[in-house]
């Protein structure tokens, strides 16, 4: 959590000191809570009365709203605590809870690993629901808004979303602890292999598409440790608790996403088949991969189940092949055939240059000189984040 915030964190010395205050204390979840929620209400309430002005004085609505001069807003900071919460404590804690029940079939240690994986999995499917749902993110209709209006199809989503992050975990916690079982180094090895292979294969993957540096606008050190700590925890969350948020390009990818659970399937399938009764205490061959199969099942109906309630358009959203970049200037295009200013400055301060200079750089000058400043500098508009942008 600190170096996250250490590299994230562009403020004046008093303000890291105050925030580095915050995290020592173990407020920080709870403080980024507070001020997310405060940031909603207060936008909320900025509208209703921007409303109501305009149906007095019958102005138009103007798109380019106030936006933030932080590197990285409220909700993405909550989302990266509760990440790094999830993978180093609900995950690893629920692991060590798997290996104590397989290893003594206990209801104590069954109720503390439901617990554990349950707390995760809900963790998981929070982020998600809350990002779609954001109103902000809602604007990119192009990747958010899968999860439709009415209130009995949320409710059904969210569900279907809990389980697929509760399967996925128990999947390959269940395999990692019956690998365990197997006794010496072999087990052991035989995990590592599969888990080292798995991330090595992503990275090559990313480095080999030119898509390995993050979004994020940093230089020198800050990068590359912005980049290694990001990957790493997205594509380990994405593993084990199937976190859907993290299957925008600028993360993992759609096509990635749903090639993570294949593994997942074929990691619980790999153990509970090579498991073998060694003791008298041991459980059963038969229980072992009916119990994994059941958890497979409830896995791959989940995700299924998911696809054929989500907006139909977004489907597609889960199996996308494009990088960060190539998603970057679509949605750049996007927000300027839809006359949203305020995002394509958003994309062009907050974004690496090397995201979409190489692609769309002649067309944001051209789009720049000929459209975006004669109406701000001349056509005399008071738009309150312009100068921050510019």
């Known amino acids: 959590s600190i170096a996250t915030f250490t590299v994230f964190h562009k403020a004046p010395v008093w303000i890291q000191v105050k925030e580095q205050l915050i995290l020592f204390s173990l407020l920080k979840p709870g403080v980024d809570v507070y001020r997310t929620t ?10 209703r009365e921007e409303e109501r002005t305009r149906r007095i004085t019958g ?18 900071q909550l989302t990266t605590g509760r990440a790094i919460e999830m993978c180093a404590e609900a995950i690893p804690g ?47 209709s192009q990747f958010y808004g899968y999860i439709p209006r009415g209130m009995g199809r949320k409710v059904l989503i969210f569900a279907l ?20 079982l197997r006794g010496g180094r072999e087990g052991g090895y035989a995990a590592l292999a599969f888990l ?52 925008i390009p600028y993360e993992v990818g759609g096509a990635a996403y749903s090639f993570s659970i294949l593994t997942t399937l074929a990691f619980g399938a790999w153990a509970a088949l090579g498991y073998e009764k060694l003791g008298e205490g041991d459980l059963e061959e038969a229980d072992v991969r009916l119990a994994m199969g059941t958890c497979c099942l409830c896995l791959v109906g989940s995700y299924g189940a998911f696809l054929l309630v989500i907006e139909r358009s977004h489907v597609r959203s889960f199996f996308d092949t494009r990088t960060g970049s190539q998603y970057l200037c679509q949605e750049w295009a996007y927000y300027k055939e839809n006359k949203l200013m305020k995002n394509m400055f958003v994309i062009l301060n907050g974004y690496r240059e090397s995201y979409w200079v190489p692609h769309i750089g002649e067309e944001v000058k051209e789009w720049l000189n000929n459209d975006a400043l004669p ?16």
Request: aromatic share 12%; hydrophobic share 45%; glycine share 6%.
């Open 375 to 390: 109406k701000l500098l001349l056509g005399g508009r008071d738009v309150p984040w312009f100068d921050s942008h510019v």
């Open 59 to 76: 102005e138009k609505k103007n798109e380019e709203e106030h936006i933030t001069e932080q590197l990285v807003d409220e909700r993405f």
């Open 196 to 247: 080292g292979a798995e991330l090595g294969v992503y990275f090559a993957v990313k480095i080999w598409r030119n898509d390995y540096v993050y979004w994020l606008d940093f230089e020198g050190w800050k990068k590359h440790a912005a980049t290694a700590i990001e990957r790493l925890i997205v594509k380990l969350l994405t593993d084990w608790v199937s976190t859907h948020q993290f299957r």
């Open 94 to 140: 629920t692991v060590i809870q798997m290996s104590a029940f397989l290893g003594s079939s206990d209801f104590t240690a069954l109720v503390s690993l439901l617990s554990s994986a349950g707390s995760a999995a809900f963790m998981s499917a929070v982020i998600s629901y809350e990002w779609d749902t954001d109103p902000e993110g809602r604007i990119n």
């Open 161 to 180: 979303q809990f389980t697929q992050c509760f399967s996925c975990l128990f999947v390959r916690a269940a395999a990692l602890g019956l690998l365990s």
């Open 38 to 47: 405060m940031k909603d209400k207060l936008m909320a309430r900025k509208r």
